[in-house]
């Protein structure tokens, strides 16, 4: 398959809570930044973003999306929170698991409480998911370069060595080759745009960008498409 652009990322590229509680869908689709920067542009695109993904889960399935003889002329990559992360089940299933303050546990598989909570004792730390997201942003960034055009968001803030939460991390060999790539941060584009909250048990929790929120978000991609 051949297209204008593509766009993957997390919940917000998904368009998460614009269905609202009548479950539109088709409405979803039709106000989230991907339709209106291809409606805007009149171009053709993709979106197979999901919500809940990890930055492992956004690499993999864009470079599945290539390796399957897809191409685009521009690819539109929405980087999650660093402290997802992925991991395969015992009948290989791929899941996408919350950060740790994230997680609820409504509905979540007992192995997966599990999992998730041995990885957050016994493996997580702050100095592994900046690796993590620098690893997996220099890999995407060096792998496009020989596909498409590439721009990079990412959700909230870009991590950073020495701000912030990471205000004990002096130094981060993967932040320092990686630093120059551009990325945009949902959070600034979004101007606290954000969806009204309805109601948690469907999702429906005002953490998501509005239409409002993604006009901004398109309108910032047209504007570094030139």
């Not at 990079?152 to 790539?181: A, H, M, Q």
Request: net charge negative; hydrophobic share 35%.
């Amino acid at each position: 398959m051949k297209t204008d652009l593509l766009f993957v990322g997390d919940s917000d590229t998904y368009g998460a809570e614009l269905e609202g509680l009548e479950r539109d869908h088709t409405k979803r689709e039709t106000l989230r930044f991907s339709n209106l920067v291809a409606n805007d542009l009149v171009m053709t695109h993709q979106n197979i973003s999901k919500s809940g993904a990890c930055n492992d889960w956004i690499v993999k399935n864009t470079i599945d999306w290539f390796e399957a003889g897809n191409v685009c002329e521009t690819a539109v990559i929405q980087f999650s929170e660093p402290r997802r992360w992925g991991y395969y089940d015992k009948n290989g299933v791929y899941e996408n698991m919350a950060n740790q303050k994230g997680w609820l546990a409504v509905g979540i598989k007992e192995d997966q409480l599990q999992a998730h909570q041995a990885y957050y004792e016994s493996i997580w730390s702050e100095h592994l998911e900046l690796d993590n997201y620098y690893k997996n942003l220099f890999f995407l960034h060096n792998y496009l370069s020989y596909k498409c055009r590439v721009i990079f968001n990412t959700l909230i803030k870009r991590p950073v060595p020495g701000v912030g939460k990471y205000e004990k991390i002096t130094s981060n060999s993967w932040y320092d080759i990686c630093k120059n790539i551009e990325v945009g941060e949902h959070a600034k584009l979004i101007q606290r745009e954000w969806c009204p909250y309805i109601d948690r048990s469907k999702g429906l929790m005002g953490t998501h960008p509005n239409p409002q929120g993604h006009r901004n978000i398109a309108d910032d991609i047209l504007r570094r498409l030139g």
